[in-house]
Each structure stands twice: as structure tokens, then as C-alpha cells.
């Protein structure tokens, strides 16, 4: 029942920034956990950056600094903020949210978005 939009993906040069958010709509209870994996052909998904309800946060060593998880549990929205962007970032990034309702816990994926570092 919950549906994800992501945006804010596209083509940028190596060393750009960009902005990736996702919103969740069909839920009237609160996230657990909000994060983004990603995905380039021929390997599997990775975790990128996965942040838990209290505000507490997981990075992939390949981040090195570079991203910046951040949620607003008002508005259901979890961003990534990605600077130094270089050209190995590029891939397809999924959303992912997690939630609590009575005794189930349950989570879904994103449709993903295209992020392109390249000259």
C-alpha cells in the first residue's frame, strides 16, 4: 500500500553534487528505517545509506564522506545528499523504507532513478 517517488537524479559531471529524495505517501503510521541502495548491470544491489527513525545513520565504505543521509519524518521523505560525485557512482538508486504496523513489519522499494557522472 505504501508507493515511493524518487527524483532529483540525472546526468551530472564528475565532482558535481546532486540531491536524490524520496517520498512515501499511503501511510499513516511512522518509518523505521529509510535508506538507498544502488545498483550498476552486472553486480548486485548495494547498500549506499540507510538512516533508522532516531536519526542514527549507516554508510557503504565507498562513500568516504562524500554523502549525507537525512530524513523529515513529517513529510516522509527521506534526501541523499551527494557531492564529489564521481564516475563509479554511477548506477540506479532505489529507495527503500521500512515500518511498524501492529505486529508486522514491512518494506518496500522504490521504481529508482538514473545517476550519471560522466564528462
Known amino acids: 500500500q505504501v508507493q515511493l517517488v524518487e527524483s532529483g537524479g540525472g546526468l551530472v559531471q564528475p565532482g558535481g553534487s546532486l540531491r536524490l529524495s524520496c517520498a512515501a505517501s499511503?501511510?499513516?503510521?511512522?518509518?523505521?528505517?529509510m535508506g538507498w541502495y544502488r545498483q550498476v548491470p552486472g553486480k548486485q544491489r548495494e547498500l549506499v545509506a540507510t538512516?533508522?527513525?532516531?536519526?542514527?545513520?549507516n554508510y557503504a565504505d565507498f562513500v568516504k564522506g562524500r554523502f549525507t543521509i537525512s530524513r523529515d519524518n513529517a513529510k516522509k521523505t527521506v534526501y541523499l545528499q551527494m557531492n564529489s560525485l564521481k564516475p563509479e557512482d554511477t548506477a540506479i538508486y532505489y529507495c527503500?523504507?521500512?515500518?511498524?504496523?501492529?505486529?508486522?513489519?514491512?518494506?518496500?522499494w522504490g521504481q529508482g532513478t538514473q545517476v550519471t557522472v560522466s564528462e
Open positions: 538512516t533508522i527513525s532516531d536519526g542514527s545513520t
Open positions: 499511503g501511510i499513516i503510521f511512522t518509518l523505521h528505517r
Open positions: 527503500n523504507v521500512g515500518y511498524y504496523r501492529f505486529s508486522s513489519y514491512s518494506t518496500n
